[in-house]
């Protein structure tokens, strides 16, 4: 009963994400629903996983300009290793 209460309770969030119609919207709605810390670590992690995708830097020195630990961008790649194609391209648009 709690996977299902944890399951409705996710896809409901992303249905209002779907909802918001700006990223001011969306700005707003992931204020009230992130603490300050957990903004900071969504953009990291969007940082991260931009820098992976562009292949511009090794792990090294991504978890170097990032100041991570390599292992925080290994599990990172190795995320990106296990996505599908069509995630893939959103995230290369």
């Known amino acids: 009963m709690k996977k299902n209460n944890e399951e409705d309770g ?3 969030f992303l249905e209002l994400c779907r909802k918001a119609e700006s990223p001011d919207a969306l700005d707003a709605l ?3 629903f992130l603490t300050p810390q957990e903004r900071v670590d ?3 992690r969007y940082l991260i996983v931009r820098e ?3 292949g511009e ?3 090294r020195e ?3 300009e990032r100041n991570v630990s390599i292992a925080k961008i290994t599990r990172g790649s190795n995320a990106l290793k296990m996505i599908g194609k069509d995630l893939r391209r959103l995230l290369e648009s």
């Open 57 to 59: 830097r090794t792990q």
């Open 62 to 64: 991504i978890a170097e």
């Open 10 to 12: 996710w896809r409901g």
């Open 42 to 44: 969504l953009a990291d």
């Open 30 to 32: 992931f204020g009230l």
């Open 52 to 54: 992976l995708m562009s």
